[in-house]
């Protein structure tokens, strides 16, 4: 069983459209964070959400908009696309934030 | 500000022997300090930690040691195998546990 699950895995779309990224856990964890890696590879943390409140709001363009129905998911809107935003997104989720665990991530790719 | 960054971006060792990654940090106040490693294709997966109150601690072939008055971490590796290979980064803990802040990543690269 995957504990924290992402889809899709790969996203290529155009630039103006809006897309969802979705993240479930099955670890029973009441914190899960959302995370871009870019080109170089660096992991910058985007938004961290704790039983549903959102706790965590790094300098995000408010075109990004993280919705968690309920403690297992949180998903990702991402509206007006641009090519800046392509890079891989991590969902993960702990209980204790040293100990998060990352999805597969996603490759969002806009062209 | 804040940074957390690496002295080195690619580190090739051979199988067998021992490998260290270096980090340095900036952040005082950081309860905890994390390795995590990347292989390709995945997410970053916890190694281990230490509290920043330690100066070692020690897992299963590996090693991390902090020392606190040069701001710098350390990953040492015993005997690298090929499975070894990966990006491993390390990160801070800051904010009461809520935020993760990771370092710019190391490319360990284990020949046979």
């Known amino acids: 069983d995957t504990a924290v699950s992402q889809t899709p895995k790969y996203l290529v779309t155009q630039m103006g459209n809006d897309k969802s990224i979705k993240c479930e856990q099955n670890?029973?964890?009441?914190?899960m964070y959302w995370y871009k890696q870019d080109s170089k590879k660096f992991l910058k943390i985007m938004f961290s959400?704790?039983?549903?409140?959102?706790?965590i709001n790094e300098t995000v363009p408010n075109r990004f908009s993280p919705k968690s129905p309920d403690k297992a998911h949180l998903n990702l809107h991402i509206n007006s696309l641009e090519l800046g935003d392509s890079a891989v997104y991590f969902c993960?989720?702990?209980?204790?934030?040293?100990?998060?665990?990352f999805g597969q991530g996603t490759r969002l790719t806009v062209v | 500000g804040e940074s957390v960054g690496l002295h080195l971006p690619t580190l090739s060792v051979q199988e067998g022997d021992n490998s260290i990654i270096n980090c340095a940090y900036s952040?005082?106040?950081?309860?905890?300090f994390i390795w995590y490693k990347q292989e390709s294709g995945k997410g970053p997966q916890f190694i281990i930690d230490?509290?920043?109150?330690?100066d070692k601690r020690q897992g299963q072939r590996v090693t991390v040691l902090l020392n606190k008055t040069v701001k710098h971490l350390s990953l040492q590796i015993a005997a690298t195998q090929p499975g070894d290979s990966a990006v491993y980064f390390c990160?801070?803990?800051?904010?009461?546990?809520?935020?993760?802040?990771f370092g710019t990543g190391t490319q360990l690269k284990v020949e046979l």
């Open positions: 230490i509290r920043s109150n330690m």
């Open positions: 993960a989720s702990s209980q204790e934030e040293r100990k998060a665990f």
């Open positions: 990160a801070e803990v800051t904010g009461g546990g809520n935020k993760l802040t």
């Open positions: 959400y704790n039983n549903k409140e959102l706790i």
């Open positions: 952040n005082s106040a950081s309860d905890y």
């Open positions: 670890l029973g964890h009441d914190t």
